[in-house]
Nanobody, 123 residues
Framework: QVQLVESGGGLVQAGGSLRVSCAAS????????MGWFRQAPGKEREFVAA????????SYADSVKGRFTISRDNAKNTVYLQMNSLKPEDTATYYC????????????????WGQGTQVTVSS
């Protein structure tokens, strides 16, 4: 069974940091790129960051570049998103997903999704 489980969300003040994690079942994770997306109330789901299987190549949305870092530990089947200098506009539900091909920036190119973890940044 394919399973992605996010954790680590919470409430943080603006300027603070938070790390969210995504644990995957073995067959879900091995050999695949992974991505993080977020969705705020009333808005479409948007790309945040992606990482290739090797971990050597990463991509970021312009809105988070320089503040967020995506990483992965393939031995633990886990992908992380370290979020620094958080802003109120980062408030959203954060989802991890498995990349299946095509553009890393498009949610349509991801086939399995976690249930999401809520991140709230207060001003």
């Amino acid at each position: 069974q394919v399973q992605l489980v996010e954790s680590g969300g919470g409430l943080v003040q603006a300027g603070g940091s938070l790390r969210v994690s995504c644990a995957a079942s073995g067959r879900t994770f091995s050999g695949y790129g992974m991505g993080w997306f977020r969705q705020a109330p009333g808005k479409e789901r948007e790309f945040v960051a992606a990482i290739r299987w090797s971990g050597g190549i990463t991509s970021y949305a312009d809105s988070v570049k320089g503040r967020f870092t995506i990483s992965r530990d393939n031995a633990k089947n886990t992908v992380y998103l370290q979020m620094n200098s958080l802003k109120p506009e980062d408030t959203a539900t954060y989802y991890c997903a498995r990349y299946r091909g095509g553009s890393y920036y498009s949610a349509r190119e991801y086939d399995y999704w976690g249930q999401g973890t809520q991140v709230t940044v207060s001003s």
